[in-house]
């Protein structure tokens, strides 16, 4: 998906740009209507439903941690599934680390 970047008067940058000079000099140049921006390409995955489950699974058993709640679980590391659904058109999880 392509991600262009917004031309900026010179002289004001977002905090953004300050912390990333690469960013900062592709936004500071003031672009007429018809020339180059730069344009970025970003990727992201659309999960199948139960694929963000079973990769988060996985990754936990790598990891060595118990999956369930502090209190249900007699382990010393582990996590707890907070939520989990579909919002805007992909998949979340959201889970919280505990250790004892």
């Known amino acids: 998906m392509p991600w262009v970047l917004a031309a900026q008067k010179v002289g004001r940058q977002s905090q953004t740009a300050e912390k990333n000079p690469s960013i900062a000099e592709a ?11 730069n344009v970025f390409n970003r990727y992201y995955h659309l999960f199948s439903k139960g694929e963000l489950y079973e990769l988060t699974m996985t990754a936990v058993q ?29 998949y979340y999880i959201e889970i919280r680390r505990w250790q004892r």
């Open 27 to 37: 936004t500071t140049a003031v672009r007429s209507p018809g020339e180059h921006r």
């Open 62 to 90: 790598e990891l060595g941690l118990a999956v369930g709640s502090e209190s249900d679980v007699s382990a010393d590391l582990g996590v707890e599934i907070v939520q989990c659904g579909w919002e805007r058109s992909n």
